[in-house]
């Protein structure tokens, strides 16, 4: 074989690794191409998922945060910012920094509930306490959470948790508390009944003036009552008023439990 016809045998042995090579590299290719196309997948679903979770803790008016046990390390979500109002240089960034912004009087009992969990006495952080909002207001919230991940030893490594603002619920609660006491404490006659027209509290002037115990009434209809002196399209008129949703009143003649009779006004809403 002469020279000449070495060389091109080389060449084309040369020729022929490069296509291998080349048609290698082609299918590395692919693969990085398939792992990026594939990570740009997650990447987006990823973001879709975060703001999906965003927008329901918006709505639900809820912000999340993640302890970081052993180091007190805290993260809150922007909307966990923007619900308390505090700007981004507000924001607590350890466990030290968020208990002090808590209500002194609430705060050992967020710290036991807290304590309690991660002690595993209990199966999650719950707890409504006060806490100061970026313009010095206290807000009541609710913190719920749970651990998520524990150390090689077992012990809690991860907190995740949500906190939820319910200063609306508390104030209705308190106005729920103060028009109770008002009936409670009232000179007048109260009397409340479900749907149906069934007793399901008396407050204590009803039990003076009428002579009845709220046990002896509750489950019964005002019927017991009845002294006989309205006769029964006064009783329909009244029934048809309240359901039409109107308030209906009228002077009556009613019976206490010792069969003597009093005069009253009676009011229905």
């Not at 045998?9 to 022929?16: F, N, R, Y």
């Not at 719920?144 to 619920?169: E, F």
């Not at 009093?262 to 009011?267: D, E, S, T, V």
């Amino acid at each position: 074989m002469s020279a000449y016809d070495k060389t091109n045998e080389q060449l084309l042995v040369e020729i022929h690794l490069l296509d291998k090579a080349l048609a290698a590299a082609l299918d590395k290719n692919k693969e990085i191409e398939n792992i990026l196309r594939a990570h740009k997948q997650n990447e987006e679903s990823f973001w879709q998922s975060k703001e999906r979770l965003d927008l329901a803790l918006c709505a639900a008016n809820e912000g999340l945060w993640d302890l970081e046990v052993s180091t007190g390390q805290l993260f809150f979500s922007p909307h966990w910012a923007k619900m308390l109002g505090f700007n981004s240089e507000q924001v607590p960034r350890s466990i030290d920094e968020w208990k002090a912004l808590i209500f002194p009087g609430d705060l050992d009992r967020v710290i036991q509930a807290l304590n309690e969990h991660l002690q595993g006495a209990l199966p999650y952080y719950s707890c409504e306490y006060r806490i100061r909002s970026g313009s010095g207001a206290w807000v009541w919230v609710l913190g719920h959470g749970r651990v998520v991940s524990r150390g090689h030893d077992g012990k809690p490594a991860r907190l995740i948790g949500m906190t939820q603002d319910i200063s609306a619920r508390k104030q209705a609660d308190e106005l729920i508390r103060k028009l109770s006491q008002a009936i409670e404490f009232s000179g007048q006659s109260t009397m409340i009944t479900d749907n149906n027209g069934f007793i399901e509290y008396v407050n204590p002037a009803f039990t003076t003036i009428t002579g009845y115990d709220a046990e002896e009434v509750i489950g019964q209809t005002p019927r017991l009552l009845n002294s006989g002196n309205q006769d029964a399209a006064f009783y329909e008129s009244m029934w048809h008023t309240i359901k039409s949703g109107y308030v209906w009143c009228s002077k009556v003649i009613d019976k206490r439990k010792d069969g003597s009779y009093f005069p009253a006004i009676l009011k229905r809403v």
